[in-house]
């Protein structure tokens, strides 16, 4: 299991799998008092986590879908990307897309975070490209069947 160097300035526990498979562990808002987030409003919410991931890898926020489901509540820049370099303080950038204001209350588990690896890449600049049977197919060029 890869280890992930943590401080938590604020007052919730870590975060952690609910389950052995669990891709993403849940993150809760550290908030002294509730917030209302009301119709199309986004808010940064604090998590009081600070994390140091190792080189090669990424923490992505993602919604939690029952948040979205029940409350229309997501991550607006779905996945928010935590690079390897940075120690501020993880926050989720949160919107209700419903028509109903909605209560973030203190510890209130808000979005999820998977940690993954990725490639860095260098551009290798070509005059053409090589054909696939997909060739430029873009949105929709399979149909709805």
Do not use: C, W
Request: proline share 7%; charged share 20%.
């Amino acid at each position: 299991m890869l280890k992930v160097k943590v401080i938590n300035k604020g007052s919730q526990p870590l975060p952690e799998y609910a389950t052995p498979q669990s891709a993403g562990m849940d993150l809760r808002a550290n908030i002294s008092e509730s917030v209302t987030l009301n119709p199309l409003e986004r808010r940064l919410i604090p998590t009081g986590l600070h994390i140091a991931l190792p080189i090669g890898y990424e923490a992505q926020i993602r919604p939690r879908s029952g948040l979205a489901l029940k409350h229309g509540i997501t991550v607006l820049n779905s996945p928010g990307t935590i690079d390897a370099d940075y120690r501020g303080e993880l926050m989720t950038l949160l919107i209700n897309l419903s028509q109903e204001p909605f209560v973030i209350n203190p510890g209130e588990r808000i979005a999820q975070m998977v940690v993954a690896r990725h490639e860095q890449v260098d551009f290798v600049l070509v005059d053409e490209l090589d054909d696939t049977e997909r060739g430029a197919g873009g949105y929709g060029h399979t149909g709805r069947k």
